[in-house]
């Protein structure tokens, strides 16, 4: 007999007979038993208390996406032998694994991410609270001046929920935002104004203007990275 | 010679017979009594002129009426790229280097007609001055084991005739008409095959779980997107010799059982793409890809897509996406490709040097694959050799050589008796390695020790005149511009690092940056999403580990030990060497060189642009770096 818990308040005792509809694994030294077909993150969703783990680009109605890594935990399958680091929004929850949500190694990457994402985003509430509880006082880089942290969430809401994809995620790498079709900033037709996007956006980027449409969040680039751009990029930020 | 056999043909190869029927066929047409022309027509050589050549081999051969004397052919890649362009003449390869159009009558009249050897178009040894005649004796080639190259340039990549004369398609038929799709993944796993994109899986194992996973439909994909500064391995084996690609695409096809395949190649390599889009034609003609291959009663068909141009496309998933018509951005690969992978379908996706090895492993076995390189490594693995070095170009070598050999013996060491300073491995996600682990064997598990990597095959060397942090900063840009953004660790963790190495090279680093960089480099390696990522500290890192000295006299002394980071650097005048001869003066172009005719010039701190054009023009050394 086993103690598996089912909930953070409730535990049960059975027999480690092998049960098609659940999985059974171990989260922070605690046996747990969810239904099957669950990634990590949703498993833990629903046990407060069991296991740690900060998110930012995951929203409960929209598939998961693994961009923001805050979620990552260590995740083992031979019984701890060996352990990986895996985004706990994507990977499935399976019969026997380990999961450790709170070791030294990913309190250091999560105070990591923040550090960077506080450098990204210096007067975003929600990032000032994830920076005050992994303990980051001040970035030790050049700050932004952006809101948004690029989780695609109000794309993916676009797209996924609402099916307008009157929003998509544009450009690549520092240079990537939130824009329109033929990456404009102002919205048109396509966009119903049902203001999901602002919904579910978990910085704040987005609000709701006046003409009923969302205001998309405007990438403001550090003067530092200015420096290695192009003059027609320059151009087109100057024209923002 | 393709027309008159298509006529004798008139038909699709329908059986194995057919097949070695129409290589004798080829075989016996040939005149032996022609001599063997060919240039190089590979990227590199015709990027020195190459076309030129050709085109007056192609006017003097019609001018002269020597179509029945010679058998002129522009075949692919010969590998070494330095001396470009290369003329390979007859049976015994008389090797002439930077062959100019000019040269092509006497060419003709000498060598070809009267087999009289033109010395001044012969390769000399740097060090001894010996002139060296034919291609097997130069030192460049010599250490090196070309099974995959060593066709590219003996035939002509346009015409499957060739490729068919030399032996192609035999393992097609082999296993095709002859093995079970078991007895095949048994043959490739025995021996040892790993992937030659640089993840080094092994590639037998690969095509198990493909073959094993459920679905009606499955592909087979090559990645050819090789977005790498300096490495091309890949174009040139697509360029110079497409059949062996398709030929492993479609004995791996076979194996896992999939009738669909796609080539996905940059559009950037537009002679790669030219050269598969004809091999897929002429093979379909020939009824070695479509419908019931040589009579096996097993289709296949292969597709072109092109890239548009970003280097993360080369990363499995964000290939697929991309071959899917979704932007090119990775995703966690926590489900197999095997499993799910184009169209949430099972996809076998190997890189080309894999395709190509398949053909060679069918036809000679894996016994024989398996002597070759080293205990955890098979094989032999293509590098492009490039940087600070003497014979720069593309080389084939048996897993397991060493460093040093490849720099001193293959590559002829450092131009201009300069000192080795690293060696780049893996492209812009690889590490450098310092001179003390030379002797370290190339192979997949020993690089990574040294925090570096094997890569998709590039090597870039480097001298003392290389500023390491400068080298670092130059990667790092490369990679921040090519992150795709989705992952914050890769897309803010990389901008960060640019700004950190950009502000050393200007001379603005502080004592903490080395440990910033450090924590940067840890959250990137287990935190970021895809392979680009994960591995995009390494330049950083193993700079960092290896030359900590230089990362110093940037940050604290404001010094740049090589001379390159302008900021750091400053131009002097030796009185005691200067002969006012106002060369410099004149090549300044702000002006901030004065001084009287005949006596020492000084330089203007203050308008100086450290351009470095007196340093250059200087023939006395009188101007010092510092």
Redesign the interface.
Known sequence: MTKYWISSETSVEINDAPDVNAVHFNVDDKNIMVSAGQTIYEALQRMPGIGEIPALCYNPAIRPY?????C?VEVSEDRGKSFR???SC???AKEGQIVKTNTE?IR??RK??IE??L??CPDVRVIQELAKEYGVEKP???LGGHDC??C?LCVRACQEIIGKSAIS?V??????EVAAPFYAYELGEECIGCGDCSYVCPTGAIIMGSNGKPVLPRVKIPY??V??MTSKEKLSTSQK | MVEQVRKLLDRKLKNALQLEQLRQTILNDKDSSRVTVSVCGGTGCRASGAQAVVDAFYEEIEKQELQVKIEFKETGCHGFCERGPVVVIGPEKIFYQHVKPEDVPEIIAQTVINGEIIRRLLYKHPATDEEITYESDLPFYKRQMRLILGTNGEIDPTDITQYIAAGGYSALSKAVLRMSPEKIINEITRSGLRGRGGGGFSTGRKWQSCRVAEGDIKYVLCNADEGDPGAYPDRSILEGNPHSVIEGMIIGAYAIGSNQGYIYVRNEYPLAVEHARIAIDQATDYGLLGENILGSGFDFKVTINKGGGAFVCGESSALIASLEGKVGEPKAKYVHMSEKGLWDRPSLLNNVKTWANIPLIINKGADWYTKIGTDGSKGTMIFSLVGKINNSGLVEVPMGITLREMIYEIGGGIPGGKKFKAIQTGGPSGGCIPEQYLDTPVDFDELKKLGSMMGSGGMIVMDEDNCMVDIARYFIDFLKGESCGKCTPCREGLSKLSEILNRITHGEGRPEDLETMQDIGEILDIGALCALGRTATNPVLSTIKYFKDEYIAHIRDKKCPAGVCRKLIEFSIDPEKCTGCGVCARACSTKAISGVKREPHVINQGMCIKCGACFDSCKFNAVIKR
């Open positions: 693994g961009a923001c890594r805050l990552t680091f895996v985004a994507l990977y499935p190694k250091k990457l990591g991410i960077l994402l450098a990204r030790r880089f050049s942290i690029l695609g995620l450009n690549r790498g520092i240079y990537k530092a990275e420096g290695a």
